[in-house]
């Protein structure tokens, strides 16, 4: 998402319990998840609410994808991929559903660095504020994104 | 079971194991519930014939949110005030991981009983996949 735009992000109970299966939190009853918090990572599933997220399929543009050729993006893609190298949650409150949060985001501090398994990295921070109808802030998200030259070596 | 303040000192350890054989199929299942369609976490295809991997891997917040559970499993999802991590290794389908959270402190702040924890997730080689902090509100 770019600077100064705002997502709404409407919290419902079902994407809770289907986020909660995805990472194995058993923790609340099918029964009882009405009313259950969202686990702490979940901010991050704002992605599904981003008109523009980048890392979804949309109708008519090309995708990075395998379909007949092991990427749908005419050559080679441009890099290895985006990977994701921190991530800090502060919450003032919890997540609920029923929630109905307004989620922009502010660039934060760019880096450098050298790495033997990767090549040169570029460190991108992001920092989103989810707010309530009447503007208090309800949870702070900073990402850190580093972006390789090539592969991680795996060795 | 919700631990309460009375029952927490520095030094406790807690550690679960966090999935055991991980498989591409919870990979898919994280895909569809964060939003992050990224194919190299679920199309073998592209990564090792276009982004030069050996297959596909985890979602860095697919692991972050498991290791979560060592916290939220003791404290209550609605009780996180802080909660942080660095990506140190990458995860791989097959992989079995244990999260381990260790109580730093347990301290006052606005009227609130609070628990600093350090938070890990390690692979069956040992190596650490996350790496960072957390910090809850108990029950007295």
Not at chain 1, 36 to 59: E, S, W
Not at chain 2, 15 to 34: A, I, N
Request: hydrophobic fraction near 35%; charged fraction near 25%; aromatic fraction near 8%.
């Amino acid at each position: 998402m770019s600077q100064d735009e705002k997502i709404i992000f409407p919290v419902e109970a079902t994407h809770i319990m289907m986020f909660r299966r995805s990472i194995g939190d058993y923790s609340v009853p099918d029964t009882g998840l009405e009313d259950a918090a969202a686990p702490p990572t979940f901010p991050r599933a704002v992605a599904q609410f981003d008109p523009n997220y980048f890392l979804r399929m949309k109708p008519g543009e090309a995708w990075f994808g395998s379909g007949k050729n092991p990427s749908g993006v005419d050559g080679k893609p441009g890099s290895s991929g985006g990977l994701h190298a921190e991530q800090h949650f502060e919450f003032v409150r919890p997540i609920k559903p029923g929630d109905v949060l307004t989620v922009t985001q502010k660039p934060g501090k760019t880096w450098e660095k050298e790495s033997k398994r990767a090549g040169k990295l570029l460190f991108e921070e992001a920092i989103m504020e989810y707010r309530d109808p009447a503007g208090e802030l309800v949870c702070t998200s900073r990402s850190v994104r580093v972006t390789t030259e090539r592969p991680v070596d795996q060795k | 079971m919700r631990l309460k303040a009375n029952e927490i000192s520095v030094g406790d350890t807690y550690e679960d194991k966090l999935v055991e054989d991980l498989k591409r199929t919870q990979l898919v299942m994280y895909s569809g519930t964060s939003g992050d369609y990224n194919p190299l976490h679920t199309d073998d295809v592209y990564c090792r014939e276009a982004a030069g991997y050996p297959g596909v891997f985890a979602h860095g917040m697919l692991t972050m949110g498991m290791a979560g559970r060592v916290i939220t499993d003791r404290f209550g999802a609605e009780n996180v005030k802080k909660f942080g991590v660095r990506f140190t290794n990458q995860v791989w389908p097959g992989d079995d991981l244990n999260g381990k959270a260790v109580v730093e402190a347990v301290r006052e702040e606005a009227g609130e009983t609070l628990v600093d924890l350090t938070v890990t997730a390690t692979n069956q080689k040992g190596d650490v996949v996350v790496s960072g902090y957390a910090t809850a509100r108990v029950d007295r």
